[in-house]
């Protein structure tokens, strides 16, 4: 069975730093590409950033870049999110998302995702 | 980046009728085109990649069509289990965008 376990969030001050961590298992972590998506409360799903399989390549939206990093660990089948100065409208849940060559890299697995809330 | 917009925003249809939803892209996505269906409290689920290109597991009665700009989920007979919230996505261009979705209630 796939799973996609994210950890990490929380309540944190505008400003402030957090790192999201996805636990992959039921699947070939390896072979496929990675994504964070959030969505606000109430609100539709946003695309935040993407890692290929081999992790050699990032990509962010414009509203995250320079604030927040991916990157993977395929050893630890494991996907992570840093982020920083972390704003209002950053609050949203983060899921991890998974896709590969055979739905030509859409996104097929989805976490449950982890909540951020970034208030004072 | 790509607008994808979806209309109508909201669907009220009954059990058993067709359910035809949009997604329109302000430029050229070739087919590199999905849909997604999100219950409340859910994740999303994949059904369509590729724009026509039902993913494992989804019934045949969720199709989608269209290239280029225009593009169509049709459901052919609403089961009381696709109530629900639809979005699109492109990955044709970086950054990846989704519609803003389309909301399928009960009549």
């Known amino acids: 069975e796939v799973q996609l376990l994210e950890s990490g969030g929380g309540l944190i001050q505008p400003g402030g730093s957090l790192r999201l961590s996805c636990a992959a298992s039921?699947?070939?972590?390896?072979?496929?590409?990675m994504s964070w998506v959030r969505q606000a409360p109430g609100k539709g799903l946003e695309w935040v950033s993407s890692?290929?399989?081999?992790?050699?390549?990032?990509y962010y939206a414009d509203s995250v870049k320079g604030r927040f990093a991916v990157s993977r660990d395929n050893s630890r089948n494991t996907l992570f999110l840093q982020m920083s100065s972390l704003r209002a409208e950053d609050t949203a849940v983060y899921h991890c998302?998974?896709?590969?060559?055979?739905?030509?890299?859409?996104?097929?697995?989805w976490g449950q995702g982890t909540l951020v809330a970034v208030s004072s | 980046e790509i607008v994808l917009t979806q209309s109508p925003a909201t669907l009220s249809l009954s059990p058993g009728e067709r359910a035809t939803l949009s997604c329109r892209a302000s430029?050229?996505?070739?087919?590199?085109l999905g849909w997604y269906q999100q219950k409340p409290g859910q994740a999303p689920r994949l059904l369509i990649y590729?724009?026509?290109n039902r993913a494992t597991g989804i019934p045949a009665r969720f199709s989608g069509s269209g290239s280029g700009t225009d593009f169509t989920l049709t459901i052919s007979s609403l089961e009381t289990e696709d109530f629900a919230v639809y979005y699109c996505?492109?990955?044709?261009?970086?950054?990846?965008?989704f519609g803003q979705g389309t909301k399928v209630e009960i009549k």
């Open positions: 890692i290929p399989a081999g992790g050699r390549a990032t």
């Open positions: 998302v998974g896709g590969a060559a055979v739905t030509n890299y859409f996104f097929e697995y």
């Open positions: 996505q492109q990955r044709n261009n970086w950054p990846r965008t």
């Open positions: 039921g699947f070939t972590f390896s072979d496929y590409a």
């Open positions: 590729d724009a026509s």
């Open positions: 430029q050229s996505v070739s087919s590199s």
